[in-house]
């Protein structure tokens, strides 16, 4: 089976592009919904140990529902720092996955796709890309050394070709439910409009869905 990384960003410093719309306290609470709703769907599916890589007690609170393992950072270096450690903690394991918190339409069957262990005998990356084809929402390895996690700006590109220098077999999934992520005020009204049924849905309603309201009329949830 395959080990699955979600590395959470510290939360008061979280979805900062959406500051303009969301309070700090708002923007903590989506990204704790939209970890709990990438969990629940995890859950329905064959996995080896989940491993939340975080320095928030409360989301620490969410993992331990699910069963999930943890690892704290104690002083955060940044997303590719947490994925590594979290390969660290986990050892010399193969089929290993990393995903990232903020992916609330996710479903179990395109993570399935992206988790199932590799059955070649030679080294299998396979990458599942954000909708502007720019970031990594899903990262698969037969082996956690088989290339640097490099997730940030252009990530997708990056990660291909890190693989393609090595000479590694690469699989690009199209998963829609991975590909949408949450970081502007576009992906958060979408979202919205997608009606896509969990708890990132239930909350954004909880705090007045003000993202779906014309410009003119939107004011900051609080």
Known sequence: MTDIVIPVKKLSKAKQRLSGLLTPTVRAGLVLAMLEDLLAMVSFIDHGQILVVASDDLVFDVARKFGAN????????????A???????????????????DIPLACSREISG??????????????????DKLGTNGLFLSSRNLIRPGFGPDSYTGHRRSASAMGIDTVFLEAPSL??????????QEFIQ?????????FMESVHCAALAPASEKK???
């Open 83 to 101: 994925v590594s450690a979290g390969f660290a903690a986990l050892g010399d394991v193969e089929n290993v996955a990393v995903f990232p918190a």
């Open 114 to 131: 992206l988790i199932a262990p590799s059955e070649l005998d030679k080294p299998l990356v396979r990458l599942a890309p954000s909708r």
């Open 220 to 222: 900051a949830f609080v």
């Open 194 to 202: 997608h009606r896509q049924p969990g708890l990132t849905l239930e």
């Open 179 to 188: 590909a949408h992520d949450i970081d502007t005020p576009l992906d958060l």
């Open 70 to 81: 943890i690892l704290r950072e104690n002083r955060p270096w940044g997303y590719n720092s």
